[in-house]
């Protein structure tokens, strides 16, 4: 079960054929922090696809739980500084928008492929 924060919605309709065409069952989508974490609050995912900027705030207090509890975190956004994202959370995977299907697949595959380091 793969968790998607995203608050554009079509993006979150591709993320989401993305994920199901990978096999995988999709935990979401939640387009702000505030849903994300009451989500998170009652089952945590496999792994999560991560927007960083949402309508009610930057998605880091669900960041920060999920990394606590070494959930593999993939952040996809056009708001992602990649050093700070990295340093904050360096086990994570960063994508910046705008991505293309098959890079965001390639992303996504190998962020499960590491699930096991995690």
Partial sequence: MILI???EFLIALDIENLIMDCG???YGPYD???SASAAINVKMPLCAILDVRLPDGDIFPVAD???EKNIPIFFHSGHANIIDLQKR???SKVCQKP???DELQFSLTECMRNMENF
């Fill in 89 to 91: 959370y360096p086990k």
């Fill in 32 to 34: 702000t922090v505030q």
């Fill in 5 to 7: 924060v995203e608050d």
């Fill in 99 to 101: 991505t293309s299907i």
């Fill in 65 to 67: 739980k999920l990394y």
């Fill in 24 to 26: 995988f069952s999709v």
